[in-house]
C-alpha cells in the first residue's frame, strides 16, 4: 500500500506560481513512476507531468516550458513547479504513483489550483 499526501495549491493571478508536493509514504520501495494530473470540472483526467525513478520526465503540451516535475526519492517527494500560471490551468491537481511489483496506481486526495485572469 502507498499512501499520498499533496500540498501547495491555491489561488494564483495569472502569471504567477506554485509549486505542488506529494510526499509518498508505505511501500515506496515498490514506487517507479510518479506524477500530476488534473482534473477540470468534467470526467476527465489529464496527465500535467511523470517522472520515473531514472529521472526520465514526459509533460502535457499544454504545459511544456512552464512547469517542472522534479523527484527526491530519499524524501519519497515528488514536486511540480508551475509557472507562467493561465486560467485554463485552474483544476484539481492529483498526484499519481505506479508501483512496479505489483503494478498498481495510487492517487492522492487532490488540490485545487485556481489561477484568476
Known amino acids: 500500500q502507498v499512501h499520498l499526501v499533496e500540498s501547495g495549491g491555491g489561488l494564483v493571478q495569472a502569471g504567477g506560481s506554485l509549486r505542488l508536493s506529494c510526499a509518498a509514504s508505505?511501500?515506496?520501495?515498490?514506487?517507479?513512476?510518479m506524477g500530476w494530473y488534473r482534473q477540470a470540472p468534467g470526467p476527465q483526467r489529464e496527465l500535467v507531468a511523470i517522472?520515473?525513478?531514472?529521472?526520465?520526465?514526459n509533460f502535457a503540451n499544454s504545459v511544456k516550458g512552464r512547469f517542472t516535475i522534479s523527484r527526491d526519492n530519499a524524501k519519497n517527494t515528488v514536486y511540480l513547479q508551475m509557472n507562467s500560471l493561465k486560467p485554463e490551468d485552474t483544476a484539481v491537481y492529483y498526484c499519481?504513483?505506479?508501483?512496479?511489483?505489483?503494478?498498481?496506481?495510487?492517487w492522492g486526495q487532490g488540490t485545487q489550483v485556481t489561477v484568476s485572469s
Open positions: 499519481h504513483a505506479r508501483t512496479i511489483t505489483p503494478i498498481i496506481n495510487y
Open positions: 508505505g511501500n515506496i520501495w515498490s514506487i517507479n513512476v
Open positions: 517522472i520515473s525513478r531514472d529521472g526520465s520526465t
